[in-house]
């Protein structure tokens, strides 16, 4: 972290105005791509290592080594750093409870905790290279569990906790899981959320798990079943244990996060300890320009890639002060976020466009109850962000003086590609545009054969050189690794976005070029809803499509053809979104449902989804009458015409 300067940000507000890139950056990006393995040397020895590295890189394609034989520890980056300097007084966690509980965590007591429950983990005989999964709601103990894996050399998986039992399984049953940690329960809208009664449903299926940590937080009655399950001991007295956090190797996976794709099955994403802390310790200084009287509010779930890199490794590993948020956003009221800004002073602020469109809704009354002149940079992530959206957030948010940076990542990417990045230079902001790829990220926009577009065309985004956040593998499944991200444009990884360059070489990001869903933000892939919904006993085939939505970016619409014989039916619509919130999460709920005689397929079996597509949105049929794989002409007029298309939603057969 530098020094404590005043933040002037005034200078880096510019929007719309035509300006390249800042020199400085300029300069930095070209020395990255023209000598990376010099440039990432430098960055690398920012962090603490317990050993320095024999190489940079070691690239076998598709997989990348970064710092191959240096050994460190995330933990130690994290904590151990800080509680050695003056922060170990200083805030780490800024915890605010949904029911205005709230808990001031400073590095030492994160310190204190993250040994604590290192020492219980231990006592379970977890040791390192296990897994450990995690399914718990936003309370400090999630962090500190994290930490507590890194540091023993665990491999966390966290399961976001709006997940269903069954969702537990398949990740446990992947990566068979000795422990799993939970709470009583977690608050929604005042409500509690049973999650140790949902890991007790789950359980029997995941006969790797032999412990269960409980954390106390809802109070309720749970069962505990004697020598399976333990609680976490509050009782902090013969708790100063010190657990000697485990140098590992740089390459050593420091977690496990599942995200959807193109098929049925989520993907392990696995991400390792050496490039990943480097890439999100410099990745986080240049966008968010942390200083050391910043406080930090990042509003995603820690069930999230953004929640791994952006409220744990990146701000702890520079001793950062970082709120976290147990709640919904709007409760008990619309201003609960603009609330919590105000309480806590916070002075980066960084969302979602779904989001920022919901308190657009709602009016600029709300924020305007509250004083945010604390707040000096915003950011958004997740999806791409409309101008409108753009503007509120400027205006409303923050009082037209603080830049966005709109932050283009994903899951694999481990840390942030695409953004601003006013740590490194002012820079002129186009509303919509990420702008520029991060020093030592090398992208293009390509067309489907691999060359790359002019200035204006639209095409797909790829990465043509290995960084160091980049994952390390897919989990226990190294075809799926190639097949997904490095068989479409040989030598390079794809993204799966559609992008655009403009004449200023700003980034365009322009959504998912993959049968991958945006939803309010989360990742849901079309074959994953399909496979869910034909597991009811009522449904023969399933076809899902994303049509544009105001709100939530893009919302799932989904059609089905049921068993012969079976009347469709209201109660059997809500029947089969029941058993897909089951199944896959409450995300995945269809905007709309229809019944139809069959979905449109090639002659291989492929569902034509540009078909369900036009029929979902209504839009002109014109341009479908190319040939999609093998169907031909008439194919895709007969299905057309089966789904009732007459040029605008919804079919005919169907109510809503
Ligand atoms: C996909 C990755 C890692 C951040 C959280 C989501 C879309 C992400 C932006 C942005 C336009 C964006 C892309 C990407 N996306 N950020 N700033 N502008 N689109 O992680 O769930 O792995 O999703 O989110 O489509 O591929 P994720």
């Not at 466009?353 to 009354?365: D, Q, S």
């Not at 020093?439 to 960084?467: M, Q, S």
Request: aromatic share 10%; charged share 25%; with cysteine.
């Amino acid at each position: 972290m530098d020094d404590i300067r005043a933040p002037d940000r005034a200078s880096s507000i510019s929007t719309g105005v035509r300006v390249w890139p800042s020199k400085r950056y300029a300069k930095m990006h070209r020395d990255s791509i023209e000598d990376p393995e010099a440039f990432w040397d430098q960055q690398a020895r920012k962090l603490e290592w317990q050993k320095t590295w024999d190489h940079v890189l070691e690239w076998k394609e598709p997989y990348g080594r970064w710092f191959v034989g240096g050994k460190l520890n995330a933990c130690h980056q994290c904590v151990d750093r800080h509680v050695h300097t003056w922060r170990r007084s200083k805030v780490a966690i800024y915890w605010e409870g949904e029911n205005g509980e709230t808990r001031v965590l400073s590095y030492s007591t994160l310190f204190r905790e993250v040994n604590h429950f290192a020492h219980m983990l231990l006592s379970l005989g977890v040791t390192k290279g296990d897994r450990v999964a995690l399914y718990l709601p936003m309370i400090p103990e999630l962090p500190v569990a994290m930490l507590a894996c890194a540091r023993i050399g665990a491999v966390h998986t966290v399961i976001f906790s709006g997940f269903s039992a069954q969702a537990i399984c398949g990740r446990i049953g992947d990566t068979r899981a000795k422990v799993i940690v939970t709470s009583d329960g977690g608050l929604r809208r005042g409500k509690i959320v049973p999650l140790k009664d949902i890991v007790d449903q789950a359980l029997p299926a995941c006969p790797s798990v032999e412990n269960v940590i409980v954390v106390r937080r809802t109070g309720q009655a749970i069962h505990m079943r004697e020598g399976r399950d333990h609680w976490l001991s509050k009782d902090m007295t013969g708790a100063h244990v010190f657990v000697e956090p485990v140098a590992v190797e740089s390459s050593h996976p420091l977690y496990v996060l599942y995200t959807s794709g193109t098929t049925g099955k989520p993907k392990g994403i696995v991400h390792g300890t050496g490039g990943y802390m480097v890439f999100n310790y410099v990745a986080y200084q240049w966008v968010f320009d942390i200083r050391e009287e910043s406080v930090y509010w990042c509003t995603a779930d820690v069930g999230w890639v953004t929640g791994h890199s952006q409220i744990v490794y990146a701000p702890l590993s520079h001793g950062a002060a970082v709120v976290l948020y147990e709640g919904a956003p709007d409760y008990p009221a619309v201003d609960r976020w603009w609330d919590i800004i105000e309480k806590y002073g916070v002075s980066i602020f960084y969302t979602s466009p779904t989001a920022i469109r919901m308190f657009m809704r709602h009016g600029e009354k709300w924020p305007a109850r509250h004083d945010m002149s604390s707040l000096n940079l915003l950011g958004s992530v997740g999806e791409p962000i409309n101008p409108e959206a753009w503007y509120w957030y400027f205006r409303h948010i923050g009082g037209e003086r603080c830049p966005i940076v709109d932050t283009w990542w994903q899951t694999e990417t481990g840390g942030i590609m695409i953004s601003p990045t006013p740590g490194i230079d002012p820079l002129a902001l186009k509303p919509g545009s990420a702008t520029f790829p991060l020093p030592g990220v090398d992208v293009a926009v390509v067309d489907a054969r691999g060359n790359e577009l002019e200035a204006g065309e639209t095409g797909y985004l790829i990465i043509r050189k290995p960084w160091p956040g980049m994952l390390l593998d897919v989990y226990e499944d190294p075809a799926r690794y190639r097949e997904a991200y490095w068989s479409r444009f040989p030598g390079s990884y794809y993204t799966g976005d559609f992008a655009m360059r403009d004449e200023d070489g700003y980034f365009w990001l322009l959504g998912r070029a993959d049968e991958v869903l945006k939803v309010a933000g989360h990742r849901l892939g079309t074959a994953e809803i399909e496979d869910a919904a034909i597991a009811h006993p009522a449904v023969a085939e399933a076809g899902v499509t994303g049509r544009p939505d105001e709100l939530k970016g893009e919302t799932i619409v989904l059609f089905v053809t049921l068993k012969e014989g079976i009347p469709p039916s209201d109660a059997l619509k809500k029947e089969i979104a029941d058993l897909l919130r089951e199944t896959i999460g409450p995300v995945a709920a269809p905007g709309e449902m229809y019944f139809v005689d069959s979905i449109p397929k090639t002659r291989s079996g492929k569902i034509m989804r540009r078909v369900l597509k036009a029929v979902a949105s209504g839009k002109d049929i014109g341009d479908l009458t190319t040939l999609e794989d093998e169907a031909s002409v008439e194919e895709v007029r007969n299905a057309l015409a089966r789904l009732g298309h007459t040029g605008a939603p919804p079919p005919a057969d169907s109510s809503h």
